[in-house]
């Protein structure tokens, strides 16, 4: 395992983080609306983005190098409470539970939630000791176009449905004792990269916000009526 920072904050102070993980192949603009909505909903100090060098449930086929993913990533999250990291290639983790595990050993008095889209809720059952996952940290989910529906009807939404809280709850939900989640529906954002690699197109950095400039208008002017000039009379 490779040594990784320890704890920037150090071990007294408790900071909530809610953790975005996927490839990024590439990043797009519906990994910043599920962050920023976490952000402010959830009421979280930071979102770490940990991007990962392979999913298991995806092909290795039509894969970024990882170096290119986490690059654009970094560029792409422009946030100043959004971390792009490469804490699994660190930890030398390959899935989620085992990911968890390892931050809270490095990280015991942060207090994690993870996040991801109805996509992913549809779809958890697969994942390695998904049960566990639910047993280890509070999970936020977001909605997504098209999810939502299939997503709560599914196994893991019907198997927690008593852990499930109300929208009321989703402040405090980085200090509930898991197994606690909450679902969140919120304005979609249907960027996908799928269809981004499938265009060929590349999300552009996000610019800065820049403030508007409030100029005073200037006050149109009448036009003038020309004036016949007289010959002034000669000084003598």
Not at 74 to 81: C, E, G, K, L, T
Not at 133 to 147: S, T
Not at 194 to 203: F, M, Q
Request: with cysteine.
């Amino acid at each position: 395992m490779t040594r990784i920072p320890p704890n920037p904050w150090g071990d007294r102070r408790r900071v909530t983080v809610g953790l975005l993980g996927g490839s990024f192949n590439p990043a797009h603009e519906g990994h910043r609306h599920v962050s920023i909505e976490a952000l402010k909903r959830l009421k979280l100090d930071e979102v770490w983005w940990l991007v990962a060098e392979q999913n298991p449930l995806k092909p290795v086929k039509g894969m970024a190098p990882f170096a290119l993913r986490f690059k654009a990533a970094a560029a792409f999250a422009n946030h100043p409470r959004i971390r792009v990291l490469d804490l699994e290639n660190r930890l030398g983790t390959h899935y989620t539970i085992d990911t968890l595990e390892a931050l809270g050993a490095v990280f015991p008095h942060t207090r994690f939630v993870w996040l991801m889209g109805a996509d992913n809720l549809a779809q958890i059952r697969h994942w390695e000791h998904w049960r566990e996952i639910y047993a280890r940290v509070p999970i936020a989910v977001l909605a997504r176009p098209g999810y939502c529906r299939a997503a709560l009807a599914e196994l893991a939404a019907r198997r927690f449905a008593s852990s499930r809280l109300d929208k009321a709850g989703a402040r405090g939900l980085a200090r509930m004792k898991p197994p606690a989640w909450v679902f969140l529906w919120a304005k979609y954002d249907s960027s996908s990269a799928t269809e981004l690699r499938g265009a060929g197109k590349k999300p552009a950095p996000k610019p800065p916000k820049k403030k508007r400039q409030e100029t005073a208008k200037k006050p149109t002017k009448s036009p003038r009526k020309k004036s016949v000039k007289k010959n002034p009379k000669k000084k003598r």
